[in-house]
Nanobody, 117 residues
């Protein structure tokens, strides 16, 4: 079972930056970041294909967030710039048990991001 541990959340003012990190016991076919606020469904923010480093971003974060991976450290990152209050939420690192799908089904405990206006 893959183990995921997020870090790097915190409080920041609008326009600021944060970098989230996810320490993984190993990489899977693809890795991702999701976020959730109370009362809403978990939203896919970004994902990366481990082998090709191809990426996907939600429209709401394109141009502001960057997902990256350090394979030597088994660490996944999410660089978040130009943060907005609507970026507030619990951010989860995600992995998949599947060999050729980004159907995420392994989750970390989450790290909270709070952006004030």
């Amino acid at each position: 079972q893959v183990q995921l541990a997020e870090s790097g959340g915190g409080s920041v003012q609008a326009g600021g930056s944060l970098r989230l990190a996810c320490d993984a016991s190993r990489y899977t076919y693809c890795m991702g970041w999701f976020r959730q606020v109370p009362g809403k469904e978990r939203e896919r923010v970004a994902e990366i294909y481990t082998r090709s480093s191809g990426t996907y971003y939600a429209d709401s974060v394109k141009g502001r967030f960057t997902i990256s991976q350090d394979k030597a450290k088994n660490t996944l990152y999410l660089q978040m710039n130009s943060l907005k209050p609507e970026d507030t939420g619990m951010y989860y690192c995600a992995a998949t048990r599947y060999m050729n799908s980004c159907d995420f089904n392994i989750w970390g405990q989450g790290t909270h991001v709070s952006v004030s206006s």
